[in-house]
């Protein structure tokens, strides 16, 4: 089994910086692809970022490319995605996926795992 925290959310002005982090549990969450997806109320759940197991490939949403990165640590029990120049449609729960193959993927549906989310609210 996987688990997954998220932490790193909250109020940014618009324009400013934020960075999330992902700390997973299970020894086999190193060779698993992880993602970030976001969701506002009454809206399905948002791709953001993919990463493949070995950090090497990352895939974005285009509303995300040239501001959001995702990252690993060197162990990859930890995923990353910093946040730069916010705007206030990024408000959203943060929800932190894995799934149970090595490569990237922008589809909800094929992750197997999740966190609880993190709440980022960027103000105007």
């Known amino acids: 089994q996987v688990q997954l925290v998220e932490s790193g959310g909250g109020l940014v002005q618009a324009g400013g910086s934020l960075r999330l982090s992902c700390a997973a549990s299970?020894?086999?969450?190193?060779?698993?692809?992880k993602g970030w997806f976001r969701q506002t109320p009454g809206k399905e759940r948002e791709f953001v970022a993919s990463?493949?197991?070995?950090?090497?490939?990352?895939m974005y949403a285009d509303y995300a490319k040239g501001r959001f990165t995702i990252s690993s640590d060197g162990a990859k029990n930890t995923v990353f995605l910093q946040m730069n120049r916010v705007k206030p449609e990024d408000t959203a729960i943060y929800y932190c996926?894995?799934?149970?193959?090595?490569?990237?993927?922008?589809?909800?549906?094929?992750?197997?795992?999740w966190g609880q989310g993190t709440q980022v609210t960027v103000s105007s």
């Open positions: 996926a894995a799934r149970t193959v090595l490569v990237v993927s922008g589809k909800h549906n094929e992750y197997d795992y």
């Open positions: 299970g020894r086999t969450f190193s060779t698993y692809a």
């Open positions: 990463i493949n197991w070995s950090g090497g490939t990352t």
